[in-house]
């Protein structure tokens, strides 16, 4: 059987001998979902500006359960390759970091599909992503601009780019580190964010050009080098979410859509 669940990313590190490790399930089956806030819990985001705390919370953002990781989008053009918006401030730093600094135990959601009825695993491709209103996923979500950027760094430490650290190769938008943007009032459509195809078990799966060594001291950069021909019983994405009121009021008719084939 084939699912497809959404996690609030609880992993501290990628060590060699426990990259299994289990984020948190959000029961978005009952509702549960991902709430952004100002300064704390309950707090509103000013109209313009990006969240300041991320919470697992009910459907309206009434009662919060485990607080996430946070990641507020940045103007500043922080990463190479000349991209305007491809910085972020990560948790309660002071100080932007280029998206492709950001490790995957720092991304608030993980969203992992799995397949458990063959032995083999399956491969999954068309991997993709929407902002929505809930209603309808032609719609965008009402009254707020949402940012996502896909993490594919294994590596635990942040920012970090010496030899055998950084953004694995392997990626849905290909040397592409700026953010995704829903907004109805710049675009009147909505459209889809590629994301990267069988990624593996715990993201871990890369090309067979990457240049990231496999392991840098006890930490574990892949596992597999097979490209989108990686076959496993699960896949897993991380996932940088950042979102900006654009008047005041809750923001209850925003929500996540995302879908892949496997074969």
Not at 68 to 94: C, I, K, L, Q
Not at 111 to 130: M, P, S, W, Y
Not at 199 to 224: H, Q
Request: aromatic share 10%; net charge negative.
């Amino acid at each position: 059987m084939a699912t497809i669940t959404f996690h609030c990313n609880a992993a501290t590190n990628t060590l060699e001998s426990d990259f299994d490790a289990d984020p948190t399930l959000i029961e978005n089956s009952a509702g549960s979902g991902l709430g952004f806030f100002g300064a704390g819990f309950g707090l509103s985001v000013p109209v313009g500006q990006y969240q300041q705390q991320t919470y697992v919370t009910n459907a309206n953002g009434t009662s919060s359960g485990v607080q996430s990781t946070n990641t507020r989008y940045s103007s500043t053009e922080a990463d190479a390759g000349g991209m305007p918006g491809s910085g972020m401030f990560a948790g309660n730093d002071a100080f932007f970091i280029g998206n492709s600094g950001l490790p995957n135990h720092m991304a608030p959601l993980n969203i992992r599909f799995e397949h458990n009825t063959d032995d083999a695993g399956v491969k999954v491709q068309n991997c993709k992503l929407r902002i929505f209103d809930r209603a309808n996923i032609n719609n965008h979500a009402s009254g707020v601009t949402t940012k996502v950027y896909e993490v594919r760094r294994p590596h635990p430490v942040k920012n970090g780019f010496a030899a055998g650290q950084g953004a694995l190769k392997l990626r849905g938008d290909v040397g592409d580190h700026k953010w995704n943007t829903w907004d109805h009032e710049e675009d009147a459509s909505v459209a889809d964010m590629n994301f990267t195809p069988s990624p593996g078990p715990s993201g871990l799966n890369t090309s067979s050009d990457d240049p990231i060594a496999e392991t840098e001291g006890s930490y574990r950069n892949w596992i597999s080098k097979s490209g989108e021909a990686c076959r496993a019983k699960r896949h897993d994405w991380y996932v940088a979410i950042s979102a900006s009121p654009n008047e005041i009021g809750s923001k209850t008719d925003f929500g996540m859509y995302f879908t892949v084939e496997y074969l």
